[in-house]
């Protein structure tokens, strides 16, 4: 079964993939974050999310939601 990603851990990792200056790198930043907390590597988004906190925890929400 597919783990589900909190909001707090959403925001979280949101807000630390922002700290990165450089938005090309946010992507690698966001697989690094992803593995980290045990999550299976998806198709990372466009570097437009990246820029964005709401979209980028959105994205990461429905990224990581249970199945229905």
Do not use: C, K, Q
């Not at 949101?14 to 907390?37: I, K, Q, W, Y």
């Not at 198709?43 to 990246?50: V, Y």
């Amino acid at each position: 079964m597919p783990r589900t990603m909190s909001r707090t851990l959403a925001t979280e990792i949101a807000e630390r993939v922002l700290t990165v200056v450089n938005p090309a790198n946010r992507r690698m930043a966001l697989g690094d974050a992803l593995r980290r907390h045990g999550f299976p590597g998806a198709e990372l988004p466009d570097i437009e999310i990246l820029s964005d906190r709401e979209r980028l925890i959105g994205w990461l929400r429905e990224t990581y939601r249970s199945p229905a």
